[in-house]
């Protein structure tokens, strides 16, 4: 049997200004493993903010980060990476460090193959008629006007019969929107 444990650690950290200052070798890793085909000298010197597509979730990160470095409460939040063939439960912890530094480091907490979600893999083509908002923090869908869970979401759509595969553009379900407001903002 496959083992698909990964204790591996992703760390990344802003300065004061919000521009990616360092990352890690195991975090260059995962974003070439997704796809993502960086180098550090790219990334560093960036604004964070540069990198987040919709401005729902640049607006969680500047609460975030200012939760980290007032330092009163732990931010930590679980939230989904799944890759098209594997269905990845991660953990974000948040951690102001001092020059107004703020260091992100994430792990994976589980990790299961799933049927290959064909939706997800960005080197297939993708419709530019029919685009679907996804979660971007626990992957749900939205069909119609439901939020569905990712793998109910592609058993409806597959029900449809599109041929063409929806684009997906990234938000944030009100589920989510809920919980991440409240993490590190005490009880
Ligand atoms: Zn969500």
């Known amino acids: 049997m496959q083992d698909l444990r990964d204790n591996r650690e992703f760390v990344h950290r ?22 993502w ?19 729902e979730t640049r607006h969680l990160y500047r609460l975030l980060m200012s939760r980290a470095r007032a330092g009163v409460h732990p931010v930590r939040f679980e939230y989904r990476c799944d890759s098209p ?39 297939l083509p993708h419709s530019r008629d029919h685009c679907l908002q996804i979660c971007g923090w626990c992957k749900a869908v939205q069909v119609q006007s439901a939020w569905l869970a990712l793998e109910e979401a592609v058993q409806r ?22 919980r991440m407001t409240q993490v590190g903002g005490g009880p």
């Open 157 to 178: 759509l597959a029900l449809l019969a599109d041929a063409a595969l929806p684009q997906l553009s990234h938000g944030i379900c009100p589920d989510c929107s809920d």
């Open 14 to 35: 802003v300065d004061a200004d919000d521009r990616l200052c360092f990352v890690n070798a195991e975090w260059l890793a995962f974003a070439e493993e997704n796809g």
């Open 85 to 123: 063939a594997l269905r990845r439960l991660m953990e974000m912890r948040i951690v102001g460090q001092e020059l107004g530094q703020v260091e992100f480091r994430s792990r994976v907490l589980r990790v299961e193959p799933h049927d290959a979600i064909r939706m997800l893999d960005v080197s």
């Open 37 to 55: 085909h960086i180098s550090a000298d790219k990334v560093l010197g960036t604004s964070i903010m540069a990198h987040m597509a919709d401005v």
